[in-house]
């Protein structure tokens, strides 16, 4: 009994066998004898996927419900897979780019990728970052290079100048040589030009934000309508954090986000005022506000004017960064390190490097296990 032959095969055909084997059994079972074949099919996609393009098991029998191959007709997709690897894709690559894209395998080479591939190389995309764009958005590679690639290309050269820029923007948001640019990317890109928005404050937002460049172009609208009305102007620093929070929230969201704030304590003014000088503030979530506020005023007894005029206080994470200064601060306070009176939004707001140097370092022999306090050896090295 232990010697039959799928014994001596490689676990991975054993798996394949066991595959056809279950494609011919609901074929038999559960399909019209007419329907053989294309189990048949379905079986060979399989195989191939897994043995040819690299793909794991779940991806294969995943990508055959909507794609099948022709075991007859093998010649284009071997082309398409030799193709790949001639413009350096690595096996890793290929099997991401048919997972998210399987018709790929159907493409022609040589009149519809080869001149994207070659345009792309052209302006920077070589050695393996070609490959990584395809596999990060492959829906690039459907668009007209005429009509949607180049152009695009071309206005975001516009914008942020090098191919280093462009390409980093890319990596960080493939979607801008691919969703709706024509009707939704460029007219937003033309409106902030219109209203005065400099174009080293545009790249900043390609390339730190891009996606709010995927909001409906009446959407951006009234952001810059409402920035306007609190009087952000466009050259103001914090412009382009403004009007990214402002185009991702609803009216009503906006709304009871303020409603929010006042409910334990705020003006609509300091909100407002606030908002200003640190837009994000309004991305919070309602329990990390409201327990953050309880933390402050009933903890550490900090006034409530000192929150409002430290928004930031309110972002940071409590557990890295919050807490364990605080608990730093108190054990230093009660030592009489530093006076009882310190505003310690002062020290919460230091870089890491020098909280470390002036409120634990500084101290570690005066008070020992300060740095385990802290957050141990992990927190010295950074």
């Avoid at 294969?60 to 099948?68: D, G, R």
Wanted: hydrophobic content about 40%.
């Amino acid at each position: 009994m232990g010697t039959n032959i799928n014994g001596n095969l490689p676990v991975r055909n054993l798996l394949l066998s066991l595959i056809q084997k279950r494609f011919v059994k609901t074929s038999s079972t559960t399909r019209p004898p007419n329907a053989s074949s294309s189990s048949s099919s379905s079986s060979f996609t399989v195989q191939y996927l897994i043995n040819s393009c690299g793909l794991p098991l779940q991806s294969a029998l995943s990508v055959s419900k909507k794609f099948q191959i022709d075991e007859n007709n093998l010649q284009k997709p071997q082309s398409v897979i030799q193709f790949l690897k001639s413009y350096d894709f690595q096996d890793s690559h290929i099997a991401k780019l048919i997972e998210k894209w399987p018709a790929v395998l159907r493409s022609r080479t040589e009149d519809n990728l080869k001149p994207k591939f070659d345009f792309f190389i052209k302006n920077g995309f070589v050695g393996q970052l070609l490959p990584q764009l395809a596999v990060l958005d492959p829906v690039i590679f459907r668009t007209s290079l005429d009509a949607s690639i180049k152009p695009c290309f071309e206005l975001l050269k516009r914008f942020l100048e090098s191919n280093e820029n462009i390409l980093a923007a890319l990596s960080r948001a493939p979607f801008l040589m691919s969703f709706s640019f024509n009707a939704t990317v460029r007219p937003n890109l033309d409106l902030l030009k219109k209203e005065g928005v400099t174009a080293d404050r545009v790249a900043k937002l390609l390339l730190s934000q891009p996606r709010s460049l995927q909001h409906s172009n009446d959407r951006m609208v009234y952001a810059v309508t409402y920035l306007k009305q609190l009087g952000i102007e466009p050259d103001k620093t914090m412009y382009i954090h403004a009007l990214t929070v402002i185009a991702r929230m609803s009216e009503s969201a906006w709304r009871k986000k303020i409603d929010m704030f006042k409910s334990v304590g705020w003006t609509e003014e300091e909100v407002l005022w606030a908002f200003k000088r640190f837009p994000c503030l309004l991305l919070s979530s309602e329990e990390k506000i409201r327990s953050m506020m309880d933390f402050f005023l009933n903890k550490m007894k900090l006034e409530r004017k000192i929150i409002v005029a430290n928004p930031a206080l309110l972002k940071y994470s409590f557990g890295n960064r919050i807490l364990p200064r605080c608990n730093v601060l108190e054990v230093l306070k009660s030592r009489k390190l530093i006076k009882g009176d310190t505003n310690i939004a002062t020290f919460l707001k230091l870089s890491e490097k020098d909280f470390m140097e002036r409120c634990v370092a500084k101290y570690e022999d005066k008070v020992p296990g300060l740095l385990e306090m802290y957050g141990g050896i992990d927190k010295g090295k950074g």
